[in-house]
């Protein structure tokens, strides 16, 4: 029986480990070109002990963002500067996914290009915040992605794909979580479209699907994950029927070879009820690939769950910003130093490369 600390192949890898690094929002790209800043070579190889690293999400266009000072794949400076991360954490023996993302309706007017308004499934706004130059504003009115933008969109995953694999990443992991782009298309709050993209759950999921198609025509299936999260109202989002309609989406993926399905399995917006842990059970029995846990996993709960087969491997967040050599210090059971959070988004090294190894705590 595996155990957290035994191997997994995922893709082309044999990872170390099944502790895995989850994706973090920490806004240290430079906020005018989204180019990743030199200080994240030394923040993503202090982690290469993880079993996997997921990067933070990484807008695939200018339009897919919608934060300050978060970092792109869409221009050449970006791969050369991705280059530099990936290459830090390999000499070090580690792995490294890139996760793709694009925000959607989750935007302010003043982070996309030419300050148009954001582009949604549908004209519906977030009741949701974003952090803009000025600090916290409330998300900006979207509006009605067209065709032509939906088919430049996929157009955009595909070449953010390549770009990524020419930045030397093991694979990538397409953010389908957490209300953003493909979520909105996937959940019936956000999507209220009349044409082929809205209406029943065969059409909102065939957004989610068109990507994976993109994105797969530059990677094998087996290194492309993907991150859901089905009970998760944050950014301001729900759905009428979760268990059939994920239900359905599942079946879809399981007719792909994915590298793994990471599975957000709480509401970040607050108390997840037993209906929709019941709902996440049921989906992670349906899914037949390899199976990635988060959100809020203590060593206890994520040990029991490899160990009972519940999950393959688990991601940690919070722990990895504030342990680098988080693997080693769980199989060691050793002390863990607690993570500030006014140091998670955005400023420089504090808070972001000074937590300490064990060596030296
Ligand atoms: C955030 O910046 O708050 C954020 C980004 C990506 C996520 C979740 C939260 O998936």
Redesign the pocket.
Known sequence: MPTLYSPLTIGTRELDNRVIMA?L?RNRANHETDTPEPIMQEYYSQRASAGLIITE?TQISPEGKG?IA?PGIYKPEHVEAWSKITKAVHDKGGAIFMQL?HVGRISHTSLQPGGQAPLAPSAIAANAQTFIVDGPADTSMPTEITLDGIARTISDYKTAAQNAKDAGFDGVEI?G??G?LIDQFMRDKTNQRTDEYGGSIENRAKFLLEVIGAVTSVWQDNQVGLRLSPTNQ?NDMADSDTLSHFSYIIDKLNGYNLAYLHMVEKN?SGEQNPEEDAIIQSLRNKWQGIYIANLDYDRARAEAAVEKGEADAIAFGKLFISNPDLPERLARNAPLNEADPTTF?GGGREGYTDYPPLETS
């Open positions: 994706p929002t999400a934060y978060t993302w953010h979580a957490n953003y944050f970040m988004y």
